[in-house]
């Protein structure tokens, strides 16, 4: 593309061209900008353009550039959708109810050509690069202008919604590249599985812009486009595609591929061209939209700086890791991630002085609480058979806190199951519905054995038909669970062999490995609990009795805690801190929708409390179930009684959860 020549303009115009040099002079040093390299006098004539000579040029048809994503650096763009008055109230509602996708500007007034809070001297009718019709629900062509459909567009209604070019400035400035806007390519688009809530006649499932970031840059381009909502705010999803339905990041829907650098990261954000798909929900019989890419060009700047510290310090969102198989993140905000910080250091205290401290792990309960708020389905194992020589021989870390996590799970509409030992099945279906009549938890949750009976028996249990690709859970939770060691024996503390007594469940964890969307997560306070194999070097190291009695299988995430149990509080603590966190609630729910204004009260009706746990340590006294290290049966937990241990560290851990800790 090379700059317009002057033959034809008016004075005005020529005017102008002049004025422009000089500033493109200004703006980029003394060099002319006629004197610079073809390739550079485009990329800072297109950047520099105002948004109001870029429509003129537009309108003229002088704009020659496929995109809009570098044009008028610094200013607001906009998707337009143009329908029928008689949809335009159920449309406006429709950007509500999925403002991450389509975050409304403005909406126009039948046959109001211009957007006069969003420019001046505008024309929806000739000021985008290329437009797209719709007949009775069915694209039928790309347009230049829509002048022609004058007559038509008096009975229709524009809708100017936000769109994701507005925050790249800000996000440039900040050092983070934009791989689209490196090669010369307009952003990928993809549609997906993810459900926009319905309202009248519009539904669709919401289109996606993709931008590959930096691993190391995610934490800073979320915090940049967090607050600005209305260019689609933060983003929707990040990591692999396939878990919002996209099965090939090389074929976009929209726009065009583009190539990532190793070690980046897909990014996603609602996109406008929703619009469109929602458009052809409701076989209107005409409509228009911009093609993608093609947006409107306000005269509204867009936020600068916001990387410069714009954000509030309480709510800025961060990133982590929550799967490498696939890969997949989560985002909370950062007072959400410094009271589960809170909550962890509570947990971590050793009252059994067993040298806890050399296992620990940073981020484990933040990234296990994240996991399980995404999962849809979730196991849950216990059972330690420690006290070999009595009937039963559980003790009585592990049970309160399985059910603990469980009662939170069940509050968040998860799915769970807990699988136990054959022996024990029996047993744990009686505390759970004892655990039911008492309130402890809302409903019955099954209570399944494993039975290993040949070499598929764990892909058998975990995937619907023994298939990779339908798992039955996607997150397995060992909490307080007795671990295989290295010979394959399980022992207590004391080096006693009870392999006997215990089902093989390990392998359960030991073939989720190979299973992609499925996490697993160890919970224990000794080192020879299933999943602590991530730190068996250290047990090892620094537990009693550790060469022999250490685990040797491995989690995804090991969690480590003074008491079994304590982990199990904190992980519901942590689940209810995470689901009333706005920032973590909305990326949840994929910025559709809204949340639901009883879910506080819900949740908070299912954390543990000193009474609840009370009666589910009495509940397990009753069934013979002893005290871990001194065997006794009555209210104490690894030899440490309730009252005057256990209940003051629940309190402190509601403290942090409510938010009354001092």
């Given at each position: 593309?090379?700059?317009?020549?002057?033959?034809?303009?008016?004075?005005?115009?020529?005017?102008?061209?002049?004025?422009?040099?000089?500033?493109?002079?200004?703006?980029?040093?003394?060099?002319?900008?006629?004197?610079?390299?073809?390739?550079?006098?485009?990329?800072?004539?297109?950047?520099?353009?105002?948004?109001?000579?870029?429509?003129?040029?537009?309108?003229?048809?002088?704009?020659?550039?496929?995109?809009?994503?570098?044009?008028?650096?610094?200013?607001?763009?906009?998707?337009?959708?143009?329908?029928?008055?008689?949809?335009?109230?159920?449309?406006?509602?429709?950007?509500?109810?999925?403002?991450?996708?389509?975050?409304?500007?403005?909406?126009?007034?039948?046959?109001?050509?211009?957007?006069?809070?969003?420019?001046?001297?505008?024309?929806?009718?000739?000021?985008?690069?290329?437009?797209?019709?719709?007949?009775?629900?069915?694209?039928?062509?790309?347009?230049?202008?829509?002048?022609?459909?004058?007559?038509?567009?008096?009975?229709?209604?524009?809708?100017?919604?936000?769109?994701?070019?507005?925050?790249?400035?800000?996000?440039?400035?900040?050092?983070?590249?934009?791989?689209?806007?490196?090669?010369?390519?307009?952003?990928?688009?993809?549609?997906?599985?993810?459900?926009?809530?319905?309202?009248?006649?519009?539904?669709?499932?919401?289109?996606?812009?993709?931008?590959?970031?930096?691993?190391?840059?995610?934490?800073?381009?979320?915090?940049?486009?967090?607050?600005?909502?209305?260019?689609?705010?933060?983003?929707?999803?990040?990591?692999?595609?396939?878990?919002?339905?996209?099965?090939?990041?090389?074929?976009?829907?929209?726009?065009?591929?583009?190539?990532?650098?190793?070690?980046?990261?897909?990014?996603?954000?609602?996109?406008?061209?929703?619009?469109?798909?929602?458009?052809?929900?409701?076989?209107?019989?005409?409509?228009?939209?911009?093609?993608?890419?093609?947006?409107?060009?306000?005269?509204?700047?867009?936020?600068?700086?916001?990387?410069?510290?714009?954000?509030?310090?309480?709510?800025?969102?961060?990133?982590?890791?929550?799967?490498?198989?696939?890969?997949?993140?989560?985002?909370?905000?950062?007072?959400?991630?410094?009271?589960?910080?809170?909550?962890?250091?509570?947990?971590?205290?050793?009252?059994?002085?067993?040298?806890?401290?050399?296992?620990?792990?940073?981020?484990?309960?933040?990234?296990?609480?994240?996991?399980?708020?995404?999962?849809?389905?979730?196991?849950?194992?216990?059972?330690?058979?420690?006290?070999?020589?009595?009937?039963?021989?559980?003790?009585?870390?592990?049970?309160?806190?399985?059910?603990?996590?469980?009662?939170?799970?069940?509050?968040?509409?998860?799915?769970?199951?807990?699988?136990?030992?054959?022996?024990?099945?029996?047993?744990?279906?009686?505390?759970?519905?004892?655990?039911?009549?008492?309130?402890?938890?809302?409903?019955?949750?099954?209570?399944?054995?494993?039975?290993?009976?040949?070499?598929?028996?764990?892909?058998?249990?975990?995937?619907?038909?023994?298939?990779?690709?339908?798992?039955?859970?996607?997150?397995?939770?060992?909490?307080e669970r007795a671990g295989m060691a290295a010979d394959g024996?399980?022992?207590?503390?004391?080096?006693?062999?009870?392999?006997?007594?215990?089902?093989?469940?390990?392998?359960?964890?030991?073939?989720?490995?190979?299973?992609?969307?499925?996490?697993?997560?160890?919970?224990?306070?000794?080192?020879?609990?299933?999943?602590?194999?991530?730190?068996?070097?250290?047990?090892?190291?620094?537990?009693?009795?550790?060469?022999?009695?250490?685990?040797?299988?491995?989690a995804d995430f090991t969690v480590v805690a003074g008491v079994?149990?304590?982990?199990?509080?904190?992980?519901?603590?942590?689940?209810?801190?995470?689901?009333?966190?706005?920032?973590?609630?909305?990326?949840?729910?994929?910025?559709?929708?809204?949340?639901?204004?009883?879910?506080?009260?819900?949740?908070?009706?299912?954390?543990?409390?000193?009474?609840?746990?009370?009666?589910?340590?009495?509940?397990?006294?009753?069934?013979?179930?002893?005290?871990?290290k001194t065997g006794n049966l009555g209210m104490e937990v690894?030899?440490?009684?309730?009252?005057?241990?256990?209940?003051?560290?629940?309190?402190?851990?509601?403290?942090?959860?409510?938010?009354?800790?001092?």
């Open positions: 593309w090379r700059p317009p020549p002057n033959a034809g303009e008016t004075r005005r115009e020529r005017q102008g061209s002049i004025s422009g040099e000089r500033s493109n002079r200004r703006r980029f040093g003394s060099r002319p900008f006629f004197t610079q390299k073809p390739e550079l006098q485009t990329m800072h004539f297109l950047t520099s353009l105002l948004p109001d000579s870029a429509r003129r040029l537009i309108r003229a048809g002088r704009l020659r550039t496929a995109v809009t994503s570098a044009i008028s650096q610094g200013f607001k763009q906009a998707n337009l959708v143009i329908v029928n008055k008689q949809y335009a109230n159920d449309f406006e509602r429709f950007c509500q109810a999925n403002n991450g996708a389509l975050p409304l500007l403005y909406r126009s007034k039948p046959g109001e050509w211009g957007a006069p809070p969003l420019s001046s001297n505008s024309d929806v009718r000739t000021d985008c690069l290329q437009y797209r019709k719709y007949e009775e629900g069915t694209f039928t062509g790309n347009l230049k202008s829509l002048m022609d459909y004058t007559e038509q567009m008096k009975e229709m209604v524009t809708f100017y919604v936000g769109c994701s070019y507005s925050f790249e400035r800000a996000i440039l400035e900040a050092g983070v590249p934009i791989r689209n806007v490196e090669q010369g390519r307009n952003v990928s688009m993809y549609k997906t599985n993810i459900p926009c809530t319905r309202v009248g006649g519009f539904q669709c499932n919401m289109v996606v812009s993709m931008r590959p970031i930096p691993v190391e840059k995610l934490d800073i381009i979320v915090q940049i486009t967090h607050p600005v909502e209305d260019a689609h705010g933060a983003p929707i999803h990040i990591g692999h595609p396939g878990l919002i339905g996209i099965d090939d990041l090389s074929t976009p829907d929209f726009g065009d591929a583009v190539d990532a650098h190793p070690g980046d990261v897909p990014v996603f954000w609602g996109c406008g061209v929703t619009g469109a798909e929602a458009v052809c929900s409701i076989r209107s019989p005409l409509a228009f939209t911009h093609a993608p890419g093609c947006m409107f060009l306000t005269d509204l700047r867009s936020e600068e700086k916001l990387a410069d510290g714009c954000v509030s310090s309480v709510e800025t969102p961060q990133v982590f890791c929550i799967s490498q198989n696939p890969p997949h993140y989560s985002v909370a905000s950062r007072s959400a991630v410094e009271k589960i910080t809170a909550l962890d250091r509570l947990i971590q205290q050793d009252p059994g002085d067993r040298g806890i401290k050399h296992l620990l792990i940073e981020d484990q309960l933040l990234k296990v609480c994240l996991s399980l708020s995404h999962a849809k389905s979730v196991l849950i194992t216990t059972g330690f058979p420690t006290h070999f020589n009595h009937q039963p021989p559980e003790e009585t870390d592990g049970p309160p806190g399985a059910i603990a996590m469980a009662a939170m799970l069940q509050a968040l509409k998860k799915s769970i199951s807990i699988v136990t030992d054959q022996r024990a099945l029996e047993l744990n279906k009686m505390i759970v519905e004892e655990a039911v009549e008492q309130g402890l938890i809302k409903a019955a949750v099954p209570v399944i054995s494993y039975q290993d009976v040949g070499e598929d028996s764990p892909l058998l249990f975990l995937c619907h038909e023994g298939k990779l690709q339908f798992p039955r859970f996607d997150h397995l939770v060992a909490i024996n399980y022992y207590n503390a004391r080096q006693v062999n009870i392999k006997h007594l215990v089902d093989p469940i390990d392998k359960l964890f030991l073939e989720a490995e190979n299973i992609p969307g499925i996490v697993t997560t160890g919970i224990g306070d000794g080192g020879n609990e299933l999943g602590m194999g991530k730190v068996k070097a250290a047990v090892k190291k620094y537990i009693h009795n550790g060469d022999l009695i250490a685990c040797d299988v491995s079994s149990n304590w982990a199990g509080y904190a992980v519901a603590c942590g689940l209810h801190i995470l689901n009333n966190c706005a920032i973590h609630e909305r990326y949840l729910r994929k910025a559709t929708g809204v949340p639901e204004a009883s879910g506080t009260d819900r949740y908070t009706s299912a954390l543990p409390t000193v009474l609840k746990e009370e009666k589910m340590l009495s509940l397990l006294v009753k069934h013979g179930i002893r005290s871990g690894d030899g440490l009684l309730f009252h005057d241990v256990h209940a003051p560290l629940i309190k402190r851990l509601l403290d942090v959860t409510l938010g009354q800790a001092q």
